[in-house]
């Protein structure tokens, strides 16, 4: 940062320095050439008062060098001109302030002009040096040219004139350049502190890395200025909100134009940040944070970050689905050991006969299932998911019965093994909850079976459920699987069966509902291997 804030402050100055140059430069020869003309002009003019003078005409007439001398000393004595010279009809001189010998040609060549009668203004060297003088010729009554009078400035006091008339301009110009130089200082020091210390290409990568990272943030992202203009809003958060705007229109764009919103921007966001609030953004319930963005102790904006409910709900089921089924199989260890406990005590008290009974009624069932399961499925954890399934339902009092024509070899490639263990837990939940949902018990003893399909033996996934409980109720069959859509009464449902049917429309598949033949439902799910 300082490389750059040195090289705004030299080429600050040397743009200044360089126009200001040129300017004095063209000035100076201006100033130079209008105060010759002027002088000259001036010069000419004296000439011109003192040859029509009658007494000054007479004594010229007459060659009278001392009236001449007389009368003209006079004259010079009130007068800012380096010289006054007069001389006669053939340009020798009759009177020079500077003491030339008399009757001496007069020097610079430009006599023959004025003898005709003209006057002139001219730049030669005389007598006494270079000089501007101004040359008018003396008429008598005849109109004849008797003489000649010239005043002129010598070309040193031209530029004394000069030197005094323009060093206030130089002055100027020095205060001038100490003012730049002190503005450039305090200019650059200033850029340095509103970049923050960061050089132009280090602020312009941060911009694209900050652009690349707001758009891969799953979250919806909007930063906002002190006067909740939007500076930065990401895909996510348009996607969330429905807006079709890009991020480059909605830039400056007041917040409340594009989201309405209780007071989640109150009166403490200038001073306190907040988590993980849940709050409507245009009618979608969504969880958002707020964080204030402060420079130098200085309050500049906001960040609020956000995310559909909806989501978090669907993430939050996922999580539940893998502690449910980490909690089927505890309750599996659960009661291994109390089966193992109670055979060490009855092997303790020697009760072998009946221990052996038990152990082979107990171990008949678990271990059909357990070589059912290990031997058709060759995915670990689907055989710990139906395994927790099935001890759940026994729990329940239910009786999960698996199709003897079930196998799972490989999980098809358009679905990941969380997909698949959501897809099949969901299922079994929903036919377990709708057997539990009949309202009296001897019914849910009657309809207490749940029958389980899974193979890929042709060239597709086949998954279905079968359950005798309360049935698809008519009012919501036709949007079952959209988000939110249940017939349980808690908010925490809903979202299971709109994630089965993301995950099969996902893998390209199809699921069909269809009614039992001893009531209930049965769900079937066709995904292409």
């Keep these: ?129 270079v000089s501007l003088r101004g040359k008018t010729p003396i008429i008598n009554k005849n109109g004849q040219v008797v003489g000649i009078v010239s005043v002129g400035y010598l070309q040193h006091d031209i530029h004394l ?46 911009a694209i890395q900050q652009e690349a990272i707001l758009e891969s943030i799953f979250e919806g992202v909007i930063a906002i200025d002190i006067n909740y203009r939007i500076t930065a809003i990401n895909y996510a958060a348009r996607s969330i909100l429905g807006i079709k705007q890009s991020a480059s229109m909605l830039t400056g764009v007041d917040l409340s134009s594009i989201i309405q919103t209780t007071n989640f921007l109150g009166t403490d966001s200038k ?129 999960l019965e698996l199709d003897p024509a079930c196998q799972l070899k490989e999980i098809p490639a358009t679905l990941t093994e969380v997909m698949l263990i959501s897809i099949i837990g969901n299922l079994l939940d929903n036919a377990f909850d709708a057997i539990m949902n009949l309202k009296e018990p001897q019914l849910i003893s009657e309809h207490n079976r749940i029958e389980l399909y899974i193979s890929d033996e042709t060239n597709e996934l086949v998954i279905e459920v079968a359950d005798q409980g309360v049935g698809i109720d008519p009012t919501i069959r036709d949007h079952l699987f959209e988000r939110g859509i249940t017939s349980k009464a808690s908010d925490d449902h809903g979202i299971g069966l709109y994630l089965v049917s993301s995950y099969v429309q996902q893998a390209g598949g199809l699921i069909t509902i269809s009614d039992g033949d001893e009531g209930g439902a049965i769900f079937s799910i066709f995904i292409p291997k």
């Design 271 to 399: 001073t306190t940040d907040c988590k993980d609030e849940i709050c409507q953004f245009n009618n979608i319930a969504v969880i958002a944070s707020r964080t204030r963005i402060i420079i130098n102790n200085q309050l500049q904006g906001w960040v609020i970050s956000f995310r559909d409910k909806n989501d978090i709900n669907s993430l939050n089921l996922q999580l539940s689905q893998v502690k449910h089924f980490a909690d089927n199989l505890r309750v599996m260890r659960h009661e291994s050991l109390n089966w193992m406990a109670m055979l060490a005590g009855l092997l303790h008290m020697k009760e072998y006969d009946k221990a052996i009974t038990i152990l082979e009624a107990k171990s008949l069932g678990s271990q059909r299932i357990l070589d059912f399961v290990s031997s058709r499925f060759q995915n670990h954890a689907i055989c710990g998911l139906l395994l927790g399934k099935y001890s759940r339902a026994n729990e329940l009092g239910l009786q």
């Design 1 to 129: 940062m300082k490389f750059f804030c040195n090289q705004t402050f030299y080429l600050i100055n040397y743009f200044f320095i360089i126009i200001s140059l040129l300017l004095i430069s063209y000035f100076s020869k201006r100033f130079e050439e209008l105060l010759y003309q002027q002088i000259g002009k001036y010069a000419l003019v004296q000439a011109k008062e003192i040859a029509i003078i009658p007494n000054l005409i007479s004594a010229v007439e007459q060659r009278d060098t001392k009236g001449i001398n007389q009368f003209v000393s006079r004259l010079y004595a009130n007068s800012d001109a380096s010289f006054i010279v007069i001389g006669d009809a053939k340009g020798n001189h009759l009177f020079h302030t500077g003491n030339i010998q008399l009757y001496s040609p007069m020097m610079g060549g430009d006599n023959d002009a004025v003898l005709r009668g003209e006057s002139i203004i001219s730049i030669r060297k005389g007598t006494l040096g």
């Design 161 to 206: 004139i000069y030197s005094e008339e323009f060093t206030p301009i130089i002055i100027i110009f020095i205060c001038l350049t100490i003012s730049v130089f002190a503005f450039s200082w305090f200019f650059s020091r200033r850029i340095k502190s509103q970049m923050l210390g960061l050089e132009p290409k280090e602020i312009c990568r941060l």
